[in-house]
């Protein structure tokens, strides 16, 4: 995984109630922490952004990939469409162009 970039577009994984998808989220984040080569990089956009804001149940999973050096990339359109901009707890805010560059240096991108 470690030429892969991770798209993240929901807050949760998968479709229905939001607390089954936080918890799916948040248990994908911590197995991603456990895996020998985790992505290099998870970009977060349109609702994906939520999941890495003040109250997000996925914060502690996400600064464990951080700190194994997965770079966190996060929409700044979308953070301010949300009104969320200042709620940001981990990953850089970036632009379109950062989650463009880090999707064509990758070898596989996958959405969740």
Not at 38 to 63: E, H, W
Not at 73 to 102: H, N, P, R, W
Request: charged fraction near 20%; aromatic fraction near 6%; glycine fraction near 8%.
């Amino acid at each position: 995984m470690k030429d892969t970039v991770i798209l993240i577009t929901n807050n949760g994984m998968g479709k229905g109630d939001q607390a089954l998808q936080h918890k799916l989220a948040a248990k994908y984040f911590e197995l991603l922490t456990q895996n020998t080569h985790p992505p290099a990089a998870i970009c977060f956009y349109t609702d994906g952004v939520k999941l890495a804001v003040s109250g997000s149940p996925a914060l502690d999973q996400l600064k464990a990939l951080e700190a194994k050096g997965v770079r966190l990339i996060l929409c700044s359109t979308c953070l301010d469409f949300y009104g969320l901009s200042k709620e940001v707890q981990v990953g850089i805010v970036g632009g379109m162009t950062d989650i463009i560059e880090a999707m064509t240096k990758a070898a596989k991108v996958i959405t969740i």
